[in-house]
């Protein structure tokens, strides 16, 4: 039986003491009471008391996610007001220290329909306030690029998006943005890299998210934080409107001949808060004639028709393909619930059902393939000699390859957009989590807006030829061969399940996989940029003969250990059919014998 112990109980009443929250404060002290009756539901109560107190929850370079509740160690109003609060502490001292003529810092505020997203937002913009940062909240719930292209756009020195992305409904998370005299530079010096800094506008990383962590842990119980009762701007729609201005305008002028309003688009914004801006900015670009999947499109943090509304996970495309079908749709987009990423379906016969959905990395390349044409230069044009396509280290290497073919150059990050985001001279990047980030000057970020927007018009042009998303994927493998991906993700309770694998698989790494060997053994946790391609990281790659590799990571965000897959094999004599046909059968020999290692 478990039992509650006089420690964990002083913690519960401490915290209760200080949180901001009524509602909050007695469902924690009514936990702890039912802990400690002795009532049958008494061991079931202690563990979970224990758990909403166990330490408190992590800020790092994800900002803050986990599930809502009261206690240190849940997404509450006191967690919030803590985090706020060591933010402002450290603008104050990034920003504008002792420097009164530079004016107070600023932070532009955003927040989604999740569960006590708008009062996390406005505790964040009271605490701000008070604090004397000038914090600027958005108007209402909208996508996480609006908030991201605000913070560039107001060349405010932060942004605070209050989300929690794709995750479950019982989530809501804090992510944090730096800017204006925030943004370091490229440089090992950390001094302010200008409005032409590649983190301008991005995603914390070190050691930006230890020092605010240092700053939250350091601040008072939420109940002694300032908090103004006014005081903040709530902005108009000027941002919005500048944000659909140059989304829509990436592909160009609509051409005359009405190519993209005879696309037919079936659109679904997962119960999030993409919908009517995704669909604004496909109207401004010229494509028209979009259907908004009625189940789906207006934001409902319950997620009624999926548990896990990640537009990836099976059966949340369902809907809108069942949609597709009915109106003879020739595209199917879907966002996730903040609309950072994008997801992309095309008619497909070979398919059962008709319809196929790319995955993140083929997505990737044919956007790829589309940027390093010249695709969003102008009439004309192309890019600069020196700019950059840039991938996660875990993402398809086929980036890389077509970057080539153009004269361009790659570069491989560590996961996640707050690095993608970074790679100077960046034309475009992409993550195979559905993450792209097609206009670097406009969004810092992976944005589904502006990825929804160049993938329509890129359709509509490519129908206007006879062709489709399905034949620039065919180009491209007889060009550089077929690049298969896939994933092995085992999720587990017990986090130590995935150190001691990690242990072990670094101390045995295997010799060879599904009958090739191993040629090539990397420990990214012990590389560096010169040796390995990136900065040092935990995760293991390992390159096998023959044309393929496996990466193998904890996940940043859930409790899971990641295997990304791939093989690549050259389009021969036999054909591109043949060649496809062997990628497939090595690619899951390659899945069952990673799962069999893993031994989890």
């Not at 609006?146 to 756009?153: M, S």
């Not at 990214?524 to 193998?552: F, I, N, Y």
Request: with cysteine.
């Amino acid at each position: 039986m478990v039992r509650l112990d006089a420690r964990t109980a002083d913690r519960v009443r401490a915290w209760a003491a200080g949180d901001v929250d009524d509602d909050d404060r007695a469902a924690l002290l009514a936990l702890l009471d039912r802990a400690e009756s002795g009532d049958d539901d008494a061991a079931a109560a202690a563990a979970e008391v224990a758990s909403a107190v166990d330490g408190h929850l992590e800020f790092g370079t994800a900002g803050l996610r986990g599930a809502l509740g009261p206690g240190s160690n849940r997404m509450n109003r006191a967690v919030v007001v803590r985090a706020a609060a060591g933010l402002a502490a450290h603008l104050h001292r990034v920003a504008a220290p002792g420097d009164a003529e530079a004016g107070p810092p600023m932070c532009v505020i955003g927040y989604d329909a999740r569960r006590g997203s708008a009062q996390f937002a406005r505790d964040t913009a009271a605490v701000m306030t008070a604090a004397g940062v000038r914090a600027l909240l958005l108007p209402r719930p909208l996508p996480t690029p609006v908030l991201a292209f605000a913070v560039r756009h107001l060349d405010a020195d932060a942004g605070v998006m209050v989300t929690a992305s794709h995750n479950p409904p019982q989530d809501n998370g804090y992510k944090v943005y730096l800017g204006g005299r925030c943004t370091p530079s490229s440089s090992s010096s950390g001094a302010a890299g200008g409005a032409d800094a590649p983190g301008r506008g991005a995603q914390i990383v070190p050691p930006a998210d230890a020092q605010i962590a240092a700053d939250i842990a350091a601040q008072p119980p939420a109940r002694e934080v300032p908090r103004a009762e006014k005081g903040w701007s709530v902005l108009g729609g000027d941002v919005l409107e500048a944000y659909l201005h140059g989304a829509s305008a990436l592909p160009g002028p609509p051409p005359a001949d009405g190519r993209r309003s005879a696309l037919r688009v079936v659109l679904t914004p997962v119960h999030g808060v993409g919908g009517a801006v995704v669909v604004e900015a496909l109207r401004r670009a010229g494509v028209s004639d979009v259907s908004v999947v009625p189940e789906q499109a207006d934001p409902d943090p319950a997620f009624p028709t999926t548990a896990f509304p990640n537009p990836e996970e099976p059966g949340v495309l369902d809907l809108a393909l069942d949609l597709a079908r009915r109106r003879d749709a020739h595209l199917v987009i879907a966002v996730d619930p903040d609309a950072d990423r994008c997801a992309v379906a095309v008619p497909d016969a070979s398919r059962e059902g008709g319809w196929r959905a790319l995955t993140g990395d083929e997505l990737g390349a044919v956007l790829g393939e589309h940027v390093a044409s010249g695709g969003l230069a102008g009439p004309g044009g192309a890019l600069p000699r020196d700019a950059v396509l840039a991938c996660s280290l875990v993402s398809s290497s086929l980036l890389g390859r077509i970057a080539a073919a153009h004269g361009l150059g790659h570069a491989e990050t560590l996961t996640g957009f707050k690095w993608i985001s970074r790679a100077p001279r960046l034309a475009y990047g992409y993550e195979e989590a559905i993450g792209y980030c097609a206009a670097p000057a406009l969004v810092r970020d992976k944005d589904g807006v502006s990825a929804s927007v160049v993938v329509a018009a890129l359709a509509a042009d490519l129908r206007a030829r006879g062709r489709t998303l399905l034949d620039v994927l065919d180009d491209l493998a007889v060009q550089h061969g077929v690049h298969a991906t896939g994933q092995v993700s085992v999720r587990v309770e017990d986090l130590s399940l995935i150190s001691d694998a990690m242990a072990r698989l670094r101390a045995q790494p295997p010799a060879e996989l599904a009958g090739r060997a191993v040629e090539r053994v990397d420990d990214l946790s012990e590389g560096s940029v010169e040796t390995t391609g990136v900065p040092a990281t935990d995760g293991l790659r390992w390159t096998v003969a023959g044309g393929g590799r496996v990466v193998v990571r904890p996940s940043g965000t859930e409790p899971k250990l990641k295997c990304y897959l791939e093989v690549v094999v050259p389009v021969d004599g036999e054909g591109l059919a043949a060649a496809r046909a062997l990628a497939d059968r090595r690619l899951a020999d390659l899945g069952t014998a990673v799962r069999a290692l893993l031994a989890l």
